[in-house]
């Protein structure tokens, strides 16, 4: 079993790599029409020029939520004071 | 010219009335909006271009309205956030951030479920038949919630303390994915927040503190990320009888707020759960005889 420090730098990590792809994604979703989008993602649609702005936007808002977590979960611990 | 017969300005104001009135009251705005004009016999229905624009405003007005109303509140709570993010932690004391945080927490599954799931779910439950009957569910669950809920030890007599100390993260987060039950038409934002308030141990005047603040983001947002809508080619002879509608919808919202904020102090949300189930029933019998 991982030791506390070390779940803990894990789950940072994990939240920014989760953070800066979904932030990507994303923008993908803002640039890219639903027909020029990656057939996994959700709202691929052939031959259909719309961009899924709102798909975009909550891709964006999540990220940003993993990076928040992250910069919370990486503090310094505070020690007591004397 | 159509658009102009189906939104004249007099159902504008009407419309705008019933909306500010309703977005806050725990009654459903969306439910009313489409029960109300086969009511009066309007031409009109949820899922018109038009209609969808002209509601962009009224709720961009209510949501203008909330924002004035806790604006002191806000610079605190914004204040707050700012210094937790500096300090990369959330003081014990320091409820401001705490509510803030719970209301950031609160508004991401409101907002994600809402980004993805609206337009599908206001086209299934398009019609003014089923939005009656969630009315009346909407009754039901203010009833549950009331007659359900935990009631907590009150000890501060500061509303935001109160609610930052009984507040957990997954109860904020519990309680801003229950407003997604306002994406299907006659459920209430307010209202399901308001029940998951209740369930999670606040009283009745700080569940509904917690609802409006968590409905301002998300009302505003909501109205904000479609108002090119109302700037372009469909706000074409919307816009008129759309800023009547929005500076009605103002009026009343204002005084909503200060009506509801007054009345929760001492009264719960029974009154407004008969109001559902009444409604809900006697509109689908009707709708159902004819």
């Not at chain 1, 899924?52 to 891709?59: E, S």
């Not at chain 2, 927040?193 to 301002?216: H, I, K, Q, V, W």
Request: hydrophobic share 55%; aromatic share 8%.
């Amino acid at each position: 079993m991982l030791p506390p420090m070390r779940n803990d730098r894990l789950l940072v990590v994990i939240a920014v790599i989760a953070g800066i792809a979904l932030i990507a994604i994303g923008i993908v979703y803002f640039v890219e029409p639903a027909d020029s989008l990656p057939s996994f993602f959700p709202g691929h649609q052939a031959g259909s020029s719309h961009h899924h702005v709102k798909h975009g936007i909550a891709a964006v808002l999540l990220g940003a939520a993993c990076l928040v977590f992250a910069w919370f979960r990486s503090a310094p611990k505070k020690t007591a004071a004397a | 010219m159509i658009l102009l017969s189906l939104i004249t300005y007099p159902r504008a104001i009407i419309l705008g009335l019933i909306q500010g009135v309703t977005e806050l009251f725990p009654i459903s705005s969306l439910g009313h909006a489409v029960i109300l004009p086969r009511l009066l016999g309007w031409d009109i229905h949820q899922n018109d271009k038009y209609f969808l624009t002209f509601l962009v405003a009224t709720h961009l007005a209510t949501a203008l309205v909330l924002l004035g109303f806790f604006w002191h509140d806000w610079v605190r709570i914004v204040k707050g956030l700012g210094r937790s993010l500096r300090d990369r932690g959330i003081g014990p004391d320091d409820t401001d951030a705490k509510l803030g945080w719970l209301l950031v927490v609160g508004t991401i599954p409101a907002g994600i479920l809402g980004l993805l799931l609206q337009d599908k779910l206001r086209t299934v439950f398009a019609s003014s038949n089923s939005a009656a009957l969630f009315i009346a569910l909407n009754g039901v669950l203010l009833f549950g919630a009331e007659r359900l809920r935990r009631r907590a030890p009150q000890t501060d007599s500061d509303d935001d303390t109160r609610i930052a100390r009984q507040l957990t993260w997954t109860k904020g987060v519990g309680i801003g994915a229950a407003q997604a039950l306002a994406l299907i038409p006659g459920f209430s934002r307010s209202g399901a927040s308001m029940a998951g308030g209740l369930l999670a141990g606040l009283s009745n005047e700080d569940s509904a503190r917690f609802a409006f603040l968590l409905a301002t983001p998300i009302i505003g947002a909501a109205a904000l990320l479609k108002l090119p809508e109302l700037a372009g080619p469909d706000g074409n002879g919307v816009r008129g009888p759309a800023l009547a509608g929005a500076l009605a919808a103002a009026v009343s919202a204002y005084f909503s707020i200060r009506f509801l904020m007054k009345y929760f102090e001492t009264k719960t949300l029974i009154p407004f759960a008969v109001y559902c189930l009444v409604l809900g029933v006697v509109v689908s019998i009707g709708f159902a005889l004819s």
